[in-house]
């Protein structure tokens, strides 16, 4: 007796720069499969990048191709998390690594001006704050989230950020919210 097939499901890459961005990633996935089973999100971490958001594209893009063929797959939809701190220092770069995304179809999500500020608008009475620059973000964040320690895990961040956290976010954060609303997360 055959066994039924399960259906495919729809392969989404999401970059990361950092650990931190790693286990925000794998925090996503893991909510969206407690109710949905419908894609794969391959949370992948991109090293070396070092924070240019040029370099964290390309490598991206390398990634994404080496896996599309090494596994025959094609990724519905790819994406990577980048902070924008490191945005506008150099004009070309940035047309580069735009055009680079745009021509292989990869969504940016920019944390403004870092990841840590993006926690902090997960944080009940925080959506609208908007820290500086990185350093200002966590301390913002460590303020309100006294036991935060970078590059925390997905369960390490689950002890704080459940889904309705993850939307609250989304509401300020539109490259966020558009990413979520195409996995199906929102």
């Not at 506008?88 to 047309?95: I, L, M, S």
């Not at 989304?170 to 609303?181: G, H, T």
């Amino acid at each position: 007796m055959r066994r039924p097939s399960l259906p495919q499901r729809r392969p989404v890459f999401l970059g990361c720069e950092g650990e931190s961005e790693f286990g925000y990633g794998a925090l996503i996935r893991r909510l969206r499969e407690e109710y949905r089973h419908d894609l794969h999100l391959d949370v992948t971490l991109l090293r070396p990048g070092g924070g240019d958001p040029l370099a964290l594209v390309e490598l991206a893009c390398q990634k994404i191709h080496s896996m599309e063929r090494n596994r025959d797959i094609r990724y519905s939809i790819r994406a990577v998390l980048l902070d924008s701190d490191k945005l506008g220092r150099d004009q070309q770069r940035d047309q580069r690594m735009h055009h680079l995304a745009q021509k292989h179809a990869v969504r940016l999500i920019w944390q403004e001006p870092s990841h840590e500020a993006l926690l902090l608008r997960h944080l009940d009475g925080c959506q609208a704050l908007r820290p500086q620059n990185p350093a200002a973000a966590l301390t913002e964040l460590v303020r309100h989230w006294p036991d935060y320690t970078k590059g925390s895990s997905a369960a390490q961040l689950l002890k704080r950020i459940g889904a309705q956290h993850i939307a609250r976010a989304a509401s300020a954060e539109p490259s966020l919210r558009e990413f979520l609303q195409d996995i199906g997360f929102l």
